[in-house]
């Protein structure tokens, strides 16, 4: 019988199997606890131990997605703009915000004709600020872009160029004109 040295204690064993439930003994998560009946290859899963942080990250994963659906419901499906922060070659930064079925929120950077993804907290920041003055933030991209934030047509009376946004957008979205 063939002896495999075995990489969680200093014995050899005889077989995969008796690997795997050694494996188990000491405390790796997806070893097969029993042996098994008949070798899989398709059965066979790579041993490792389940990271600390791991289950910290997929913790943080979790509350980042809960708070950035929390911001979410104060922020409707529209286009935005917020001012940068920082001293970067553009002092606008132009955003797209929209709804999924499931009520989640997405949030993209809008550069050129492009829409690029952002990072779990990069979005729940955007949302943030976004929340703090809705129409404050539509009103800038229209202002900018001279399209309705929330329909993107253009906008051609003047107290709508001056506004930022049409009437009808601004009642569907509940903003006083």
């Not at 002896?3 to 000491?26: F, W």
């Not at 997806?30 to 913790?59: D, F, N, S």
């Amino acid at each position: 019988m063939p002896n495999i040295k075995c990489g969680h204690c200093p014995e050899t064993h005889h077989s995969v199997d008796e690997v795997l439930v050694c494996a188990s003994k000491h405390g790796y998560k997806w070893a097969r606890r029993t042996p098994a009946p008949a070798p899989q290859p398709a059965a066979v899963r790579t041993l490792r131990p389940v990271k600390p942080t791991e289950v910290r990250r997929e913790a943080n994963r979790s509350q980042l997605i809960a708070d950035i659906r929390k911001a979410g419901e104060r922020v409707p499906a529209s286009y935005y703009a917020l001012r940068n922060k920082t001293n970067t070659g553009n002092d606008i930064a132009f955003y797209s915000v929209s709804k999924g079925e499931n009520g989640s929120t997405y949030v993209k950077l809008l550069l050129s004709d492009e829409e690029h993804k952002l990072s779990w907290e990069r979005q729940l920041n955007v949302l943030v600020r976004i929340g703090a003055d809705v129409a404050g933030s539509l009103a800038l991209y229209g202002l900018t872009t001279k399209r309705c934030g929330h329909c993107h047509r253009r906008l051609t009376r003047q107290e709508s160029r001056d506004r930022g946004y049409g009437p009808k957008c601004a009642a569907n979205l509940g903003i006083a004109v």
